[in-house]
């Protein structure tokens, strides 16, 4: 979970030029906000190391949720 997705995202459209795409919007937002991709990253990982043997992972790779939230964003747009 990113915080203050809703801004961050609002700030890397207008940051876009040209046509907008989720991998153009993906590459911006990794350019604007490296930490907040360090950390949600970091928190994956570490979920990922404190779920015992034979369990399921929840979550789906960072980078797979973080284009899944921008899909879903840019839909709303």
Do not use: C
Not at 36 to 52: D, E, G, P, T
Request: cysteine-free; overall charge positive; charged content about 30%.
């Amino acid at each position: 979970m990113i915080i203050e997705q809703e801004q961050k995202f609002k700030e890397v459209l207008t940051k876009i030029e040209g046509k907008i795409s989720e991998q153009s919007f993906f590459n911006m937002f990794l350019e604007l906000y490296p930490d907040v991709w360090k950390k949600h990253k970091a928190n994956y990982f570490k979920f990922n190391r404190s779920k015992q043997f034979g369990q399921t992972i929840p979550l789906a790779n960072p980078e797979v949720s973080l284009r899944k939230e921008i899909r879903i964003w840019l839909r709303k747009q």
